[in-house]
C-alpha cells in the first residue's frame, strides 16, 4: 500500500495520469522552455563574441593605424562577429567612393557616408534583435498556457469528484496536484526567458549605443580628413 501511494505522489505519475489536455500543455511548455533555453545561449554567444570583437576593434582603431591599411586587414580578413568592423567598412567604403569622383562636394560626401553608417548600424541592430521577441513571447504567454492547464485539470478533477460516492481529500488532491504541475512548468519556461530577454536587451542596447557612439566619431574624423584634403 505504501509503495501505491508514493507511485501516485510521483512527478512522473501525476504528468502520465493527467488527461490529455494538459498533458498537451505540459508538452508545449517544455519544447518552449528546451527552445528558449537554446535561443538564450545562442544569444549569449553571439553577443559576447559582439562585444568582445568590439574591443578589440575599438583597440586597433584608436591604436594610430591608417584608415586605409585598417580597412584592407578588414576586408581581407573580416570578422562576422564584429557589427562595428561593418560600421566602418561600409563608410570607408562610402567615403573612397565618393572622393574618387571630381565635383563632388564634401558635405555630399559625409551625407553619403552618414548614411551608409546608418544602414550597416540598422542591419546589425537586427542580428542583435533576433530572438529576443520569441524569448518575450514564451516570457509572457508560458503562465497563462500553464494556468490554462492548470484550471482544465481542476476542472476534470470536480467533475470526478462530483461521481464519486465519497469525496476526501486523497480522491481530488492527486487531480490538483497533476494539474497544479502545468502551472509550475509554465513558470519554469517563463521565468528564465523574462531574465534572458531583459538582460539581452539590455547589452543589445548598450552595443548599438557604442555603434552610434563610434560612427559619430569616425565621421568626425573622415569630416576633418575631407576638409583638410580640400584646402
Known amino acids: ?33 528546451v527552445a528558449s533555453w537554446v535561443m538564450i545561449f545562442q544569444r549569449g554567444n553571439m553577443l559576447r563574441a559582439a562585444k568582445r570583437a568590439l574591443d578589440n576593434f575599438d583597440e586597433r582603431f584608436w591604436s594610430g593605424i591608417d584608415l586605409s ?11 562576422p562577429d564584429s557589427g ?19 565635383g563632388v562636394d564634401p558635405a555630399a560626401v559625409m551625407e553619403g557616408v552618414a548614411r551608409a553608417m546608418r544602414v550597416a548600424i540598422s542591419r546589425e541592430e537586427e542580428k542583435l534583435d ?33 461521481t464519486a460516492q465519497q469525496a476526501t481529500l486523497a480522491t481530488v488532491a492527486p487531480g ?19 531574465i534572458a530577454y531583459n538582460r539581452f536587451a539590455a547589452q543589445s542596447e548598450m552595443l548599438i549605443g557604442r555603434y552610434y557612439t563610434f560612427a559619430d566619431e569616425f565621421q568626425a574624423i573622415l569630416h576633418r580628413k575631407v576638409h583638410t584634403s580640400d584646402e
Open 69 to 79: 591599411k585598417l580597412y584592407r586587414q578588414a576586408g581581407s580578413n573580416p570578422d
Open 1 to 33: 500500500m505504501e509503495a501505491t501511494a508514493v507511485d501516485h505522489s510521483s512527478m512522473w505519475s501525476l504528468i502520465s495520469n493527467a488527461s490529455l489536455v494538459v498533458q498537451l500543455v505540459m508538452l508545449t511548455l517544455v519544447a518552449a522552455s
Open 130 to 162: 533576433q530572438g529576443l521577441p520569441f524569448l518575450a513571447t514564451v516570457g509572457s504567454t508560458s503562465p497563462y498556457i500553464g494556468l490554462f492547464g492548470t484550471v482544465w485539470g481542476i476542472m476534470n478533477s470536480f467533475r470526478g469528484l462530483a
Open 84 to 102: 562595428v568592423e561593418q560600421i566602418f567598412r561600409a563608410g570607408f567604403k562610402e567615403f573612397s567612393r565618393l572622393r574618387q569622383q571630381p
Open 176 to 194: 490538483i496536484a497533476e494539474a497544479l504541475i502545468a502551472t509550475a512548468i509554465g513558470l519554469f519556461a517563463a521565468i528564465p526567458a523574462v
